[in-house]
């Protein structure tokens, strides 16, 4: 089974101050790895993912994530944070070419945007 | 967005109480899920469904039932509601492929008081 740790479950940052939100992975297969963002009262929204090829991913909204399997990570990033960006955001990971059973979530981390 | 609806949008509920709640989808995805969120513990997968009448537990699937008679519809039904059931809980679909993302509702937030 894959699991998903997100080291932060708060990350308090200044307004178009650059941030990273850190996600690392368990798996004895390989994976599929994704960034939802979630808005207060709202659903998830995908940010961004990665399935294969390069291992820097570009997003929405100006997120992108890196993966590295050495170190099982998927790191997300943005170099200049707005308020607007003050959310929930969740790292999750599915078996790459099949398996039914969904998307393991972390337990997220709560971007907070001080101006 | 994709076409995902969930019903009720908010409820109370009495502990011992019958409930079920609904995800409507008419984007004819095969599979579909139900997750709860609760604070601390980010989205937990409480049953999936690979096709109609197709069903299968997820991670927190004591106390929860699930039915699929049609490919647009996937229903959560508490047969006796409990406090520790109190949480927000979402729906989520996704496509043949599985190299997808899956696509989420607006949830539903449920209150077993």
């Known amino acids: 089974a894959q699991s998903v740790t997100q080291l932060d479950s708060q990350v308090p940052v200044f307004e178009e101050a650059p941030v990273e939100l850190r996600c690392n992975y368990s798996?004895?297969?390989?994976?599929?790895l994704f960034w939802y963002v979630q808005y207060p009262n709202q659903g998830l929204q995908l940010l961004l993912k990665y399935l294969s090829g390069s291992t820097l991913v570009k997003g929405i909204n100006g997120f992108e994530a890196e993966f590295n399997k050495s170190q099982t990570s998927f790191h997300l990033r943005k170099p200049s944070v707005h308020i607007s960006d003050t959310a929930e955001y969740f790292c999750a990971v599915s078996i790459s070419g099949g398996g039914a059973d969904g998307l393991t979530f972390g337990k997220g981390t709560h971007l907070i945007i001080q101006p | 967005d994709a076409g995902i609806t969930q019903s009720p949008r908010h409820k109370v509920t009495e502990t011992g109480t019958p409930v079920t709640l609904r995800c409507h989808q008419t984007e004819n995805h095969r599979y579909m899920y139900w997750y709860r969120q609760d604070p601390g513990h980010g989205l937990r997968l409480i049953h999936y469904?690979?096709?109609?009448?197709?069903?299968d537990k997820g991670e927190v699937s004591d106390g929860y039932s699930v039915s699929r008679s049609k490919t647009e519809d996937f229903l959560l039904t508490l047969e006796s509601a409990t406090s520790s059931q109190t949480s927000v809980y979402f729906c989520a679909i996704r496509d043949r492929s599985l190299s997808t993302e899956a696509f989420f509702g607006q949830g539903t937030r449920l209150t077993v008081v």
């Open positions: 798996s004895s297969v390989s994976v599929y």
């Open positions: 469904s690979y096709g109609v009448k197709d069903t």
